[in-house]
């Protein structure tokens, strides 16, 4: 297989793309006894308005390659490949039909526990997987009834259920992560496999979008159980017994209606509790895996009353801002006839404010959503969501500035300890839905620097999923959050014209970048407590559908090596 990069041709059409990638790769080789096998990546390049291409990285294949190579030996855009794939580097020797076989517990439905239950099941450990949440079909029920009525179902929304929060967000698979192992081939290759567009191995900022999303998450879902997994939705994890080591947890399963017929179907001697009309199973396990999300706060603090080792770490807050999708596409793109024929265009903004605080742009939505993403009653948290076609008419962005432990620590919170960033993110939503009055508080941003209420839309009507009203967000966040963002926006005008237009609508706030929170791991992505792998996101080790589910992959290895350890294999 021999590879060829820089292949550069004209934006056109789809339907001629692959015709003018072969006749690029022909003048490139002087040869047309070839066979184009895989585009490994397209990206475009905008620099020139008046002249838009894509880029191109192709494998083909032709009749003598050696010779082939031989002759193009000195051109550094040739070169040859073996194809390198993912293995998983433990071989599971347990016999999981021993009565005394403990499944594997992962917590979490979402990119990190359902890949971690992926590669554990598909090597035979029979992995659980517990979500406090709804199977997605239910859960987006849930959520379009919040949206539209504003009744919360505290453990099915934006955050909690199948898929975890990056189902309702634009299924975004960018990560700066390196990949020596080639678990983001394998990973984009099962996404594929369960329901994904192909572009997404090789387009340069793949998404998935969250109406492919939700199918993609259901059929991995089958393809575990398929394995010999299972996974229990409407089960909530309450708390883990050990003692120096992992022994069991305690999951309230009242609401699981199907677990009595999954538990008979396996024979289990776990054992019941009831308190009053709650139902309580304890269940035993050599391994547990917290793959619990960002937002599992009442975790978080079951998990500190049981001395498991976390530390408080930063994050990023900030409101999202709406702008046309056309004016991001013409600034992005220019007008061109071939602009037409690009996806709607993105952009990726940095600053560093006056104060020495990083302001940047946040999970940036092309022809997308703003949505009501709280997880209980009493807070106003947005996040951002597109569809696969991203055809919505406004493109959105969260623009955020980074808050550190200090910053709890200054705001009263020192007391909480390792909980201190979760209590100033509970802080500020409370202000937020106040503000809002129950809904999503929004401003346009002439007003935002003016610290007035506006009185109107102007030309940009606002793409929010869920209720929202008028309101001062200088009174949603601290002054040096708002400062720095007004700082930034004025900035990214003058890379982006238009960016700072007074009509541009803001809404608040964007609290949940990542995990407040870090449980500690050592290098065998264990905690000090044997069998307990933090995991993910929310376990403080990703920041993304990919790398969250990179690291599902890599708690799986580590899990099964452990398992095997403990077996004696």
């Not at 692959?18 to 006894?33: A, F, L, P, T, Y």
């Not at 947890?249 to 677990?259: C, S, W």
């Not at 606002?462 to 400062?483: A, E, H, T, V, W």
Request: with cysteine; proline share 3%.
């Amino acid at each position: 297989m021999i590879r060829i990069n820089q292949i550069k041709i004209n934006v056109c059409p789809e339907e001629e793309k692959r015709e003018h990638i072969c006749k690029k790769i022909s003048s490139v080789i002087r040869d047309n006894n070839f066979k184009l096998k895989k585009i490994v990546k397209e990206s475009i390049d905008a620099r020139d308005k008046e002249a838009l291409k894509y880029i191109y990285c192709v494998d083909i294949e032709a009749s003598d390659e050696d010779k082939l190579l031989r002759r193009l030996k000195n051109n550094k855009n040739v070169s040859d490949i073996s194809q390198q794939e993912y293995i998983f580097p433990v071989k599971n020797s347990c016999d999981v039909n021993k009565m005394n076989y403990k499944s594997p517990v992962i917590i979490g439905a979402g990119p990190a526990g359902y890949v971690c239950a992926l590669w554990l099941a598909r090597n035979g450990y029979r992995p659980i997987v517990i979500e406090r949440g709804r199977g997605v079909d239910q859960r987006s029920i849930d959520v379009e009834r919040f949206w539209q009525h504003g009744t919360i179902n505290p453990n099915s929304n934006i955050s909690f259920g199948e898929g975890g929060a990056g189902t309702f967000s634009d299924g975004k698979l960018t990560t700066g992560i390196k990949d020596r192992q080639y678990r983001i081939k394998q990973l984009l290759k099962d996404l594929i496999g369960f329901g994904a567009d192909e572009a997404i191995a090789y387009v340069n900022k793949p998404h998935i979008g969250t109406d492919v999303l939700k199918t993609v998450m259901k059929n991995m879902r089958m393809e575990i159980i398929k394995l010999g997994g299972m996974v229990w939705f409407d089960s909530i994890f309450k708390d883990v017994i050990s003692d120096g080591e992992v022994k069991s947890i305690l999951v309230d399963v009242t609401g699981n209606v199907e677990l009595d017929g999954m538990l008979k179907s396996i024979n289990n001697k776990w054992k019941y509790r009831y308190e009053g009309k709650r139902v309580y199973l304890e269940l035993e396990t050599d391994v547990l895996v917290l793959a619990i999300g960002h937002s599992s706060r009442d975790t978080f603090v079951t998990l500190n009353d049981r001395k498991i080792p976390m530390e408080a770490k930063a994050f990023a807050m900030g409101l999202r801002i709406e702008h046309e999708a056309s004016l991001i596409n013409r600034s992005q793109y220019g007008t061109s006839q071939e602009a037409s024929y690009l996806p709607a265009a993105s952009y990726k903004m940095t600053y560093r404010s006056s104060e020495g605080r990083s302001v940047y742009s946040f999970c940036m939505c092309p022809g997308g959503y703003v949505v009501n993403a709280a997880s209980d009653t009493e807070q106003a948290v947005v996040n951002g969501m597109s569809y696969s076609d991203r055809g919505g008419s406004n493109s959105n962005s969260a623009i955020v500035v980074n808050v550190t432990p200090d910053d709890f620590v200054a705001e009263g919170f020192g007391d909480k300890g390792v909980l201190s960033g979760m209590y100033y993110q509970m802080k500020y939503e409370k202000k937020a839905y106040e503000e809002g009055k129950s809904y999503i508080p929004v401003q346009l941003y002439k007003d935002l620097k003016g610290e007035a209420i506006s009185s109107d839309f102007g030309r940009i009507k606002p793409c929010i999923k869920g209720n929202y009203s008028m309101g001062r967000l200088n009174n949603c966040l601290p002054p040096y959050i708002i400062d720095a963002i007004i700082e930034a926006i004025e900035y990214y005008d003058t890379k982006l014209h238009g960016f700072a237009d007074d009509e541009a609508v803001l809404s608040g706030i964007e609290s949940r970048t990542s995990s407040p929170v870090r449980i500690l791991r050592d290098e065998n992505y264990m905690s000090s407590i044997s069998g307990i792998f933090p995991c993910g996101e929310g376990a403080g080790y990703a920041g993304g559908i990919t790398s969250a589910a990179v690291d599902g992959m890599k708690v799986a290895e580590a899990c099964a090596m452990y398992l095997n350890d403990i077996n004696k294999i």
